[in-house]
């Protein structure tokens, strides 16, 4: 398909709306290739160790706890203020990335990332720690919900949902690296190698540079004509190359009129995007709420309450995060078929399930709490890893960066306060009454899905968002 460059290289709204259409039908027409996977595994290693970073202080604190002589508040200081500045990195985020692009944002964010795993090595003392993993928490934040936007707009709408999740695997998958290596480096080493190692990953933003173009999407919706066309070109020459097959035509483009509310923020709470910007992000709230009400928790509680060793209370930590992989793992290869709607659903509700069940044994013993809180793990990590998928689906590329860390935002919202209502609760010893309120919050989740989510499966970007 040739565009003329020249015939909307005037800027206009209208004229980017239409080749923003142009290239969407452009890219639905690619197959499924090397260039494809190839960069998706370079984003999928920047979010890799991003999910690394995010749940390393779960695995250091007890032995913070001990160095720093650090009570039950302070330690749910330290383990929560990476989280407000996620949530403030989400919301900032997206501006930028809607406005300077998605790729510049994703590798800053990864070399903001490791100078602060640098600088967390040399602190002495809680303030500079968490003065830095505040810092660090505004680039894990940033980068997530960015990333989740430029993968989504890079894929055609058949089988979207496996080939975007099975790069979202990533995140859970790091977050399991970082249990299994804290388990053996924290006990053997310390804590302060685990940051150390952590830096490494800042040269990606180099290797973002050099092999991963801007998304043409939104280089065409923000007036940038003629490289939207040339980037559009250049993939589809590489696509050609490595399939050794000319492309087919594409379908003609719909016809797409200019947004009728000026304004990002203003358009996401207005007309259908009103109660998509709503229930997308009661999702996120609800759904982070619960994971990190549990996962942050977990080796405190294995060995305050339950008397465990620390490698093993790691341990068993470690597990529950590997039983959350492969729950990722199962939907990644279903959500395509049963669909993003019917995901959060059951997922949600299956996670209730579980967790009233231990929360009415009062707890019971280290064991049960392993088999419920991993089971509950394997239904909320498939249930939240949905959304990255179908939070950028759902808006359109002017404001897609935008929605998508809102939602960000509103997950992380629930990251700072699920640790918190945990720690409230379980300083009374109400250790089962903890799993009964978290399996409230996840069936309002699950109930919020029923009553306002959409389904998106099988649709191109375009259809779904004009």
Request: aromatic residues 8%.
């Amino acid at each position: 398909m040739t565009i003329d460059a020249a015939r909307v290289a005037t800027g206009r709204r209208g004229d980017s709306a239409a080749l923003a259409a142009a290239v969407g039908a452009r890219f639905e027409r690619l197959p499924l290739c090397r260039w494809q996977v190839m960069v998706r595994l370079i984003v999928g290693a920047v979010t890799f160790f991003e999910a690394f970073d995010q749940l390393l202080i779960a695995y250091v604190l007890p032995e913070l706890r001990s160095e720093w002589n650090l009570d039950t508040g302070h330690a749910t200081a330290l383990m929560t203020v990476g989280s407000i500045g996620m949530l403030i990195g989400a919301l900032v985020s997206g501006r930028l990335a809607d406005r300077f692009g998605r790729v510049k944002v994703i590798a800053g964010c990864i070399a903001l990332s490791s100078l602060c795993n640098l600088a967390l090595t040399l602190c002495t003392s809680p303030e500079p720690f968490m003065a830095m993993r505040f810092v660090q928490g505004t680039a894990i934040g940033g980068e997530v919900p960015i990333a989740a936007t430029f993968i989504a707009e890079i894929t055609r709408a058949r089988r979207r949902g496996r080939f975007v999740l099975l790069y979202e695997l990533v995140f859970p998958a790091g977050l399991t690296a970082a249990a299994l290596l804290a388990s053996w480096l924290v006990p053997l080493l310390g804590w302060r190698w685990m940051f150390g190692l952590a830096a490494i990953p800042g040269v990606l933003c180099f290797a973002l540079a050099r092999y991963v173009p801007e998304s043409p999407r939104w280089l065409a919706d923000h007036g940038k004509h003629e490289k939207a066309l040339a980037v559009m070109a250049s993939i589809e020459e590489k696509v050609e190359k490595i399939t050794g097959a000319p492309l087919p035509e594409p379908e003609p483009a719909r016809p797409v009129a200019p947004p009728r509310v000026k304004g990002a923020l203003r358009e996401l709470l207005s007309g259908a995007y009103r109660k998509r910007t709503l229930v997308v992000g009661f999702l996120w709230f609800t759904g982070y709420f619960v994971n990190y009400g549990i996962t942050s928790w977990l080796p405190t509680v294995y060995g305050a309450r339950f008397h465990l060793s620390l490698p093993t209370a790691l341990l068993y930590s470690t597990v529950t995060s590997c039983a959350g992989l492969l729950g990722c793992l199962i939907v990644a290869l279903t959500i395509d078929r049963a669909g993003r709607r019917n995901t959060v659903i059951w997922c949600m509700g299956a996670s209730a399930l579980c967790l009233l069940l231990l929360g009415l044994s009062a707890g019971g013993s280290a064991g049960s709490v392993l088999v419920w809180t991993s089971l509950a793990a394997v239904f909320l990590f498939g249930s939240n890893i949905c959304l990255y998928l179908y939070t950028p689906e759902l808006f359109p590329t002017r404001i897609r960066a935008l929605g998508s860390s809102l939602g960000g935002a509103m997950g992380r919202l629930g990251v700072i306060l699920g640790p918190i209502a945990v720690g409230a609760v379980y300083a009374g010893s109400a250790l089962g009454t903890v799993f009964v309120t978290l399996a409230a919050v996840a069936l309002v989740g699950s109930l919020t899905a029923v009553a306002g989510a959409e389904e998106t499966s099988g649709r191109s970007l375009e259809d779904i968002a004009p």
